[in-house]
């Protein structure tokens, strides 16, 4: 159903950024810096993002004892065949200059007793390259400086609709506290964030509802590789707690805590040559595996060892004092929980989508960096990098002609959340099979039609209206995931199919998706069975 909006504000802008975490303002201030006039509209206020919450660090090659061609090598191994293996040495190459931006700008980061930048290990890492601030606060750290830099941002400010034309983008009709408005402008880089609340547990902010994968979907662009979700291994638990969790960063093991289950055995004994240090699908399928065998609801994680926890973690610390455990005396209950999309937008290395004028970065992206599960502290890394190189790309939209003539809100259909979560963490979790996939697809038009049965709600207000937006691209994301999940038969990185636990080669290919002229996402395939446009190794023209 389409509405005719009352349009109270209108403006223009060479750029719009979606987004106000690492990659948004990233790419806004390259942006502002080449003299692009850039609007930046924030869902939230200043600090509701993923950035905000990051606790691991960022992964940047070390001076010594490290080389690009190590961290490539590890990334593509936690990949599991499906990075782009030019766009994770792009990204790699990228880092230094990337993280030397941000401490011009005041990030300050940890560093050890010679004075130098302290380096810590993590999953997957085959050596010591991760840079923390506040110990367990480097996202807290990034998004201070990043916010420091005095960008102008419309906060509680959401996108209805991506406007395109012959010639591309051409703007955003936008709700926000002032009703809904225009804003004229030939590039969009949607830096939204992730999908974690289609999940009922997730390390992600409230405002993480899959935004930007929904938006480009309707504006005909293609996403790729989204039955790729990442489940933190070591999420904190706690009986019957929903929502966003706290997570036990992975630095905690790179420091010697160890996971055991509730008999005091290890739990990745024999699973991984790294054991608890593995890439997180494998420690996240060994926990899920225990605690199925043992019929628990979680592990533990015994970090008691560690000297000066308190200072080391001190958001971790002050996370588990709020429910009655001390980490230097007590073993900390964890569980895995929803983190992190490995897929997304399709995009090449400096965030082109297949729209003319629309841009990704992020998490909400998909550049090849990850493939089929993202190596830990790949993800500030690849917002600074690709955010930055999208900022800057934006420049050749200059000039481009179209604006926006009229103002419609296409009604979309949606799930009631909370039933919407609890299908998706039933069945579309850390392991997976046919049966209950499809059994998630039949029981999503049951959910539609009995919203559709409900009537409208009111729309007095911009948190209303961005309340419906939210459960419309939550409920569009998860039939895309569980369309590509069911046509995966296979287990591949943190894609896990119980009823398929092998590799397939004839399915060592990404997937990719878009909306078909009924408004239904279909799976798009070449008449070899592979996905069309870029492919594993080959990207569009970064020139």
């Known amino acids: 159903m389409s509405t005719s909006l009352p349009i109270a504000w209108e403006s223009e802008a060479d750029l719009v950024v979606v987004g106000g975490g690492v990659a948004g303002l990233t790419a806004a201030r390259t942006a502002s810096r080449r003299g692009l006039r850039v609007l930046t509209l924030s869902k939230g206020g200043a600090t509701d993002t993923s950035t905000q919450y990051a606790q691991g660090g960022i992964a940047v090659v070390a001076p010594h004892g490290d080389s690009v061609e190590s961290h490539v090598q590890d990334t593509v191994e936690a990949g599991a065949g499906l990075c782009a293996a030019g766009a994770v040495r792009s990204i790699v190459e990228g880092g230094v200059d990337a993280v030397a931006a941000l401490t011009d700008l005041g990030a300050v980061f940890d560093l050890g007793r010679d004075g130098q930048v302290s380096r810590t290990r993590e999953g997957g890492h085959s050596t010591r390259r991760i840079i923390h601030a506040g110990g367990d606060a480097t996202g807290a750290e990034v998004q201070r400086a990043l916010n420091a830099a005095g960008l102008p941002v419309i906060f509680g400010a959401a996108v209805v609709e991506i406007v395109t034309g012959e010639n591309g983008v051409r703007g955003v009709v936008v709700v926000s506290e002032q009703g809904f408005g225009i804003v004229h402008a030939p590039a969009v880089l949607l830096a939204t964030g992730g999908l974690g609340q289609l999940y009922a547990c997730s390390t992600n902010p409230a405002g993480a509802t899959a935004d930007g994968i929904a938006l480009a979907l309707r504006a005909g662009a293609v996403v790729s590789d989204l039955e790729f979700v990442q489940f933190h291994p070591t999420v904190l638990f706690t009986p019957g707690g929903l929502g966003r969790r706290p997570l036990i960063s992975e630095a905690v093991r790179g420091e010697g805590a160890v996971l055991v289950d509730s008999e005091g055995n290890s739990v990745t004994a024999g699973v991984h040559p790294r054991g608890d240090l593995a890439p997180r699908d494998v420690v996240s399928r060994a926990i899920a595996a225990r605690m199925q065998e043992l019929g628990t609801d979680h592990v533990y994680l015994d970090a008691r060892s560690i000297d000066g926890f308190a200072q080391r973690f001190p958001t971790i610390t002050a996370s588990c004092r709020e429910v009655g455990i001390d980490p230097r005396t007590d073993l900390i209950p964890v569980a895995p929980a929803a983190h992190y999309q490995c897929g997304g937008i399709l995009t090449d290395p400096h965030g082109r989508t297949t729209v003319p004028g629309l841009y990704a970065a992020g998490e909400v992206a998909r550049t090849g960096l990850h493939g089929a599960n993202r190596l830990a502290s790949n993800s500030l890394l690849e917002g600074l990098v690709v955010g930055e190189r999208a900022g800057a790309a934006a420049a050749e939209r200059l000039g481009a002609a179209g604006r926006i003539t009229e103002a419609n809100w296409v009604r979309h259909s949606r799930a009631d959340r909370k039933l919407l979560q609890e299908l998706m963490t039933e069945h579309a979790s850390v392991v997976r099979d046919g049966e209950g996939l499809r059994a998630a697809v039949l029981r999503m038009v049951g959910l539609i039609a009995d919203m559709s049965v409900t009537g409208e709600q009111s729309h007095a207000d911009s948190a209303s209206v961005i309340r419906e937006l939210e459960d419309?691209?939550?409920?569009?994301?998860?039939?895309?995931?569980?369309?590509?999940?069911?046509?995966?038969?296979?287990?591949?990185?943190?894609?896990?199919?119980?009823?398929?636990?092998?590799?397939?080669?004839?399915?060592?290919?990404?997937?990719?998706?878009?909306?078909?002229?009924?408004?239904?996402?279909?799976?798009?395939?070449?008449?070899?069975?592979?996905?069309?446009?870029?492919?594993?190794?080959?990207?569009?023209?970064?020139?």
Do not use: F
């Not at 997937?511 to 799976?523: E, F, H, I, K, Y």
């Open 472 to 543: 419309s691209a939550l409920t569009l994301t998860a039939r895309v995931l569980l369309l590509t999940a069911a046509a995966r038969t296979e287990s591949r990185g943190c894609h896990t199919r119980s009823d398929h636990p092998d590799l397939r080669e004839e399915l060592h290919r990404s997937t990719a998706v878009r909306l078909g002229s009924d408004g239904r996402p279909q799976l798009l395939t070449d008449a070899t069975g592979s996905t069309p446009t870029w492919g594993r190794t080959a990207v569009p023209s970064t020139s």
